[in-house]
């Protein structure tokens, strides 16, 4: 704990934050006003009676979903963890739940934040492949229609993993100071006419997991053979890359943290 501006003593606490991203303009506040950290803290407000500014993980984009968002605040309010919940729940329409919440260690030296804290952040994107589209995955998921080609997909992907300067995949409004990321993992697995896109890397490019997604499918498709990766990812030519796709299937699915926070995080799974 450590003293607030009156004199009471102040605790961090973390909450783990679920939400289907297809009817908010994205994560992050705007003046317009409807996005998730608008929301979340109006009902923070409405439960603590107070004002309760939260800092996130990873901002999400508009139409982008979360399986475990990470947000904390700082707060002299005693209230007990499940209440935290239920009663932040209770404020927040279906498209949004508080899962989890805990209080963070105090550590002068190094406190917990949401952002800087993290040690990596894990998307998945999932794909429906088929000649149809799907009236249950509308707006959470992405949908091609072609035959796709995973092995091919993956053939592409090898090259990515790694540290590489990603300006290829990289969008114009990006803000990052460097194109330069560490791309831990890039895995491609297929059940049936899903396919899944599993991303992990200790940070990101503004786009950069969806223009990654679109062009693997230029190659699953065969538009592009699997070494036509490795030349736009080497040219750090936007334009030679696929378009953005679509954000509908696009899930922030984990945030990784040191183990000595004590986050009671959950492996949330995707729901098929």
Same mark, same amino acid.
């Given at each position: 704990?450590?003293?607030?501006?009156?004199? &009471?003593?102040?605790?961090?606490?973390?909450?783990?934050?679920?939400?289907?991203?297809?009817?908010?303009?994205?994560?992050?506040?705007?003046?317009?006003?409807?996005?998730?950290?608008? #929301?979340?803290?109006?009902?923070?407000?409405?439960?603590?009676?107070?004002?309760?500014?939260?800092?996130?993980?990873?901002?999400?984009?508009?139409?982008?979903?979360?399986?475990?968002?990470?947000?904390?605040?700082? %707060?002299?309010?005693?209230?007990?963890?499940?209440?935290?919940?239920?009663?932040?729940?209770?404020?927040?329409?279906?498209?949004?739940?508080?899962?989890?919440?805990?209080?963070?260690?105090?550590?002068?030296?190094?406190?917990?934040?949401?952002?800087?804290?993290?040690?990596?952040?894990?998307?998945?994107?999932?794909?429906?492949?088929?000649?149809?589209?799907?009236?249950? /995955?509308?707006?959470?998921?992405?949908?091609?229609?072609?035959?796709?080609?995973?092995?091919?997909?993956? &053939?592409?992907?090898?090259? /990515?993993?790694?540290?590489?300067?990603?300006?290829?995949? #990289?969008?114009? &409004?990006? &803000?990052?100071? %460097?194109?330069?990321?560490? /791309?831990?993992?890039? #895995?491609?697995?297929?059940?049936?006419?899903?396919?899944?896109?599993?991303?992990?890397?200790?940070?990101?490019?503004?786009?950069?997991?969806?223009?990654?997604?679109?062009?693997?499918?230029?190659?699953?498709?065969?538009?592009?053979?699997?070494?036509?990766?490795?030349?736009?990812?080497?040219?750090?030519?936007?334009?030679?890359?696929?378009?953005?796709?679509?954000?509908?299937?696009?899930?922030?699915?984990?945030?990784?943290?040191?183990?000595?926070?004590?986050?009671?995080?959950?492996?949330?799974?995707?729901?098929?």
């Amino acid at each position: 704990m450590k003293a607030s501006h009156d004199g &009471q003593l102040s605790k961090r606490i973390a909450l783990g934050v679920q939400y289907d991203g297809s009817s908010w303009s994205g994560y992050q506040k705007q003046p317009g006003g409807n996005t998730v950290q608008d #929301r979340l803290e109006a009902a923070l407000r409405e439960f603590a009676r107070a004002d309760l500014p939260t800092t996130c993980a990873g901002r999400t984009d508009a139409g982008v979903h979360a399986l475990e968002q990470v947000v904390h605040f700082d %707060t002299s309010l005693s209230r007990d963890m499940n209440s935290w919940v239920r009663g932040v729940n209770a404020f927040l329409p279906e498209s949004i739940v508080v899962r989890w919440a805990t209080e963070v260690p105090h550590d002068p030296d190094n406190e917990f934040h949401a952002r800087f804290s993290a040690f990596s952040r894990t998307y998945h994107y999932v794909l429906y492949n088929n000649p149809h589209r799907s009236a249950l /995955l509308a707006r959470r998921a992405g949908w091609v229609f072609r035959p796709i080609d995973a092995d091919l997909m993956r &053939q592409a992907a090898e090259c /990515l993993v790694g540290t590489h300067d990603f300006s290829a995949f #990289r969008s114009s &409004q990006c &803000q990052a100071k %460097t194109p330069v990321k560490q /791309l831990h993992e890039l #895995r491609i697995e297929q059940r049936g006419d899903m396919i899944i896109f599993t991303v992990c890397a200790a940070a990101f490019l503004h786009h950069m997991v969806r223009n990654l997604v679109g062009s693997l499918i230029y190659v699953g498709i065969g538009r592009k053979p699997p070494e036509w990766m490795r030349e736009v990812l080497e040219s750090g030519d936007r334009d030679m890359a696929a378009p953005t796709f679509m954000p509908d299937g696009l899930y922030l699915a984990k945030v990784g943290y040191d183990s000595k926070w004590g986050l009671p995080q959950e492996d949330a799974p995707l729901w098929f």
